[in-house]
């Protein structure tokens, strides 16, 4: 068995070739702010996907964008598709890529498939202001659900969580919320199978010192709350109370949080987004390491050691190879632009330098002094290789060629597994490092990556074999996949 792999019915992964190991890449500035080449301009939470399947990922940022063969980014302006924040999934399993408003009273459109979205009935939203929501498969349907954070209004009123379970033809019910009275203030909702039992489970970023939420799937619909026991709610400190009648550990002002495999072990870890006053008893930012299956999947905090300087506005991460190293680097947004004590604080890029090492890159790869953002999300955008940044309402190009790299798009079959895939964990073994990526919607604050997956390779020239666990724990291997490619990869049973 390979280290780091527990799929269920594993086979080894046969690797083409002889052994790999990957290198450092050069050093060098490789991102350009290419907005006004592109035509762009959009403030809003960033979400990616390519709704209209040409082949280059679209944008949804306040407004919909629609991507001209990597050159443009025009405005859809009759599309139909509404603003605010939004998460993509194709939750009617057409392959057409459908879009779910979650702020404001909440809304859902379906994506005709001729470049234009109809806006279907749906349930209004009790979370009022949400500022984050994922489409999960639930209950292993092959429908993909909902999760919706609820915030609050400020000393006045908490709003609920809320789950909705598709039923099919386009039809959504309540399945669940925050009962009255137990309500946290929401901003970032993620998700992932972090514990590779085939069923995905929501990680809820709350605010005001409240701690997290880890809610743990069962398979058929249900939840668990085990941030506590999991070691991924915060480090508690004492009790206060709070509006609606909560009272709770102080723990952190969590903004936005992302699953992923940060040490290339095969599990998939979990970052946890801390804006912080500077002020005793308050979280800093947390780089939480996942055990694996031998210490049950709990999280271990490698905060200490990882390098990340303190900002006190910190508020929504993204995560992505950035320079094709085989490592997941980190962009972190601030919302302050000036902090506590006339203190500067600006978004940051740090590299991955593996061994839960992260080294500042902002400067030297041109990313310094943004403005206050919530906005951070990554594309491969010209589908030259390499992954491109939205972020502080611009679009910067990522034009150095470094490493080699391996995308895969993946697709359910509309049955057994949604067709876009979510959920989905797909590793590729190189010497003794597993690279680890999942298909996520929501991650951060309301912002969403693209759905297919990039893996950096280094010097791996060679072909590779990945491994893919699909939602409901079906187990699929995938031989002789050359590098330098994009593979497009269905759903089959094994």
Request: hydrophobic share 35%; aromatic share 12%; with cysteine.
């Amino acid at each position: 068995m390979i280290p780091g792999n527990t799929f269920s019915g594993y086979v080894p992964v046969i690797l083409l070739g002889c052994c790999f190991t990957m290198s450092a890449v050069p050093v060098g500035a490789q991102f350009r702010d290419a907005s006004g080449d592109l035509g762009f301009s959009g403030g809003d939470k960033a979400a990616f996907a390519d709704y209209d399947n040409d082949g280059f990922v679209d944008l949804h940022a306040g407004r919909l964008f629609h991507n001209e063969g990597g050159r443009k980014f025009v405005p859809a302006q009759d599309s139909g598709a509404p603003g605010g924040g939004v998460v993509w999934g194709d939750f009617d399993n057409d392959g057409n890529i459908d879009l779910f408003q979650f702020t404001g009273s909440g809304s859902l459109h379906r994506n005709r498939g001729d470049g234009t979205f109809e806006a279907l009935e749906f349930p209004d939203l009790p979370t009022v202001n949400s500022r984050g929501a994922v489409w999960v498969d639930i209950n292993n349907d092959g429908l993909l659900d909902l999760y919706v954070g609820g915030y609050e209004i400020w000393q006045q009123e908490v709003h609920p969580d809320v789950i909705f379970l598709n039923r099919g033809g386009g039809r959504f019910e309540e399945h669940w919320r925050s009962k009255a009275g137990a309500c946290y203030s929401a901003r970032g909702v993620c998700a992932a199978d972090f514990n590779e039992d085939g069923s995905v489970d929501v990680y809820v970023s709350n605010y005001r010192l409240q701690p997290n939420f880890l809610w743990l799937n069962d398979g058929e619909g249900h939840y668990s709350n085990v941030a506590g026991k999991y070691g991924a709610a915060g480090n508690p400190a004492g009790v206060i109370n709070y509006t609606g009648g909560i009272n709770y550990p102080v723990s952190g002002h969590t903004i936005g949080s992302c699953f992923a495999d940060l040490d290339n072990d095969g599990f998939i870890d979990l970052f946890v987004g801390n804006f912080s006053h500077p002020r005793p008893g308050q979280d800093h930012p947390q780089f939480l390491r996942n055990r694996g299956p031998g210490a049950g999947y709990a999280f271990e905090d490698k905060s200490s050691g990882a390098g990340l300087a303190w900002q006190e506005s910190f508020a929504s991460p993204a995560f992505a190879d950035f320079d094709n190293d085989g490592d997941l680097d980190l962009f972190f947004t601030t919302v302050y632009g000036t902090g506590s004590g006339g203190i500067r604080n600006y978004p940051v890029l740090y590299s991955n330098e593996g061994g839960w090492k992260f080294v500042d890159r902002t400067g030297v790869e041109n990313l310094g002094k943004l403005a206050a953002t919530y906005q951070a999300a990554w594309a491969d955008i010209d589908n030259d290789g390499d992954l491109d940044l939205c972020t502080a309402g611009k679009l910067f190009i990522n034009d150095a060629e470094r490493g080699n790299w391996i995308r895969l798009s993946l697709s359910g079959d509309g049955k057994v597994v949604n067709r876009s895939a979510i959920g989905a964990i797909v590793k590729i073994k190189i010497g003794d490092q597993v690279l680890t990526r999942h298909v996520e919607s929501g991650m951060g604050e309301g912002n969403q990556n693209e759905v297919t997956l990039h893996f950096g390779l280094g010097d791996q020239a060679a072909k590779v074999s990945a491994d893919i666990l699909w939602p409901g724990a079906h187990v699929q291997h995938v031989k002789g996949l050359a590098p330098n490619r994009l593979h497009r990869i269905g759903f089959m049973r094994q």
